[in-house]
Each structure stands twice: as structure tokens, then as C-alpha cells.
T-cell receptor
Framework: QKEVEQNSGPLSVPEGAIASLNCTYS??????FFWYRQYSGKSPELIMS????GDKEDGRFTAQLNKASQYVSLLIRDSQPSDSATYLC?????????????FGKGTHLIIQP | DTAVSQTPKYLVTQMGNDKSIKCEQN?????MYWYKQDSKKFLKIMFS???????INETVPNRFSPKSPDKAHLNLHINSLELGDSAVYFC?????????????FGPGTRLTVL
């Protein structure tokens, strides 16, 4: 059974600070890793993808992957109130993309003005 | 110029009815998916279709049947609706081998079964 674990939160961070979101996964053969942002009543929006160990930066967002520890994280620098949302960690397992994404239950992030 | 679209946005119906949700993507992707997000916001894969072939079916009741008339469309038919089918259903699409397998989601269909 493939599983993706996230702390459900809420995670409260002051505006301008760094928000750190974490995720672990059970399928050691997992290939691809994604972070989606979901506002209430809206669809998941892809914000970061990462496929190899290390860091990947895109604007204020940095994704980090450690396959040995089966751990993925997302850092949001200079947090803004508009970053308040649920962040979903998603993984494509050893079966490949056609198996679809396995999602965590999401971390609710609140940025305090 | 919407990438992945779904209709209807809201669907309210009685138990026992049969309903369909339509999905279209204009991204030229070769794989489409249906996901269910339950009342606890947990998002789970239901089906994926690649070149008109069903790839997976994640323990979904056979009352649910995906239908793909062409590569750009994947519709979801639900027979004999039950209270537990109430959820938000999302369609998504991806292209294998193009920037990995990033999936892009439609706006969702909120199904309420009374």
C-alpha cells in the first residue's frame, strides 16, 4: 500500500518568514514528487516538481528531495498572506505515471499578517 | 483557453439516479485521470486512461465507468448513485515524458447525492 504522510497542521507562520512543509512516502521505488497548492473550494494547482535528490528552486519556493530518507519538503520564503492554503504532497510510485498520483492528506498553512 | 475543463461544476441528484460528468483537455496530453476528493479533503485516484486504454482502477465500484471517446475527453458515468458518492470529482491530464509526468487538474465537479 503506497502511502504519503504529511502533518495536517494548521501550520501558522508570520508574514515574511519561511514556511517549511514536510512529507514522507512509503514506496521506495517512487520516481517523481510534486507539491500542489489548493485553496478552499478550488482545484489543486501544481507549484513544484522534483525528480532527483537535492534542492530545486523556483522563485520563493524550494523543493528538497532525499530519496534515501524517503523525504520531500517545500520551503516558502518571504511568506505572504496569499500563500495561506492547503499544500498537498504527491508522489508517482514505482508503477509509473499511469498509476496516477498518490496524495498526502495535505498541510493547512496559515500566514499571519 | 482553459487547459482542463469539466462540466457540470455542481451536480445535485437523488439516490439511485445515473449521472455523468464530462472532462475535456486541450493540452494534447495522452493520459487523463479521475480523482475523488472526499469530505475530509483526501484526494484519491480513481482511474487513468492512456490512448483510450484503461490503465488502472483503484478498487472503485463498478457503478463508476470511465468513457473516453477520444484522447481529449474522459467522461465519468455513475450508475445507481449512493449517499457515499457525494464528493468533489477532479479530472486531470498529463503527458508522459514531457517535463516528467506533471498532472494538471480541472476545476472539479461537486456531486451531492440526496
Amino acid at each position: 500500500q503506497k502511502e504519503v504522510e504529511q502533518n495536517s497542521g494548521p501550520l501558522s507562520v508570520p508574514e515574511g518568514a519561511i514556511a517549511s512543509l514536510n512529507c514522507t512516502y512509503s514506496d521506495r521505488g517512487s520516481q517523481s514528487f510534486f507539491w500542489y497548492r489548493q485553496y478552499s473550494g478550488k482545484s489543486p494547482e501544481l507549484i513544484m516538481s522534483i525528480y532527483s535528490n537535492g534542492d530545486k528552486e523556483d522563485g520563493r519556493f524550494t523543493a528538497q528531495l532525499n530519496k534515501a530518507s524517503q523525504y520531500v519538503s517545500l520551503l516558502i520564503r518571504d511568506s505572504q498572506p496569499s500563500d495561506s492554503a492547503t499544500y498537498l504532497c504527491a508522489v508517482i510510485g514505482s508503477g509509473g505515471g499511469a498509476d496516477g498520483l498518490t496524495f498526502g492528506k495535505g498541510t493547512h498553512l496559515i500566514i499571519q499578517p | 483557453d482553459t487547459a482542463v475543463s469539466q462540466t457540470p461544476k455542481y451536480l445535485v441528484t437523488q439516490m439511485g439516479n445515473d449521472k455523468s460528468i464530462k472532462c475535456e483537455q486541450n493540452l494534447g496530453h495522452d493520459t487523463m485521470y479521475w480523482y475523488k476528493q472526499d469530505s475530509k479533503k483526501f484526494l484519491k485516484i480513481m482511474f487513468s486512461y492512456n490512448n483510450k486504454e484503461l490503465i488502472i482502477n483503484e478498487t472503485v465500484p463498478n457503478r463508476f465507468s470511465p468513457k473516453s471517446p477520444d484522447k481529449a475527453h474522459l467522461n465519468l458515468h455513475i450508475n445507481s448513485l449512493e449517499l457515499g458518492d457525494s464528493a468533489v470529482y477532479f479530472c486531470a491530464s498529463s503527458q508522459e515524458g514531457l517535463a516528467g509526468t506533471e498532472q494538471f487538474f480541472g476545476p472539479g465537479t461537486r456531486l451531492t447525492v440526496l
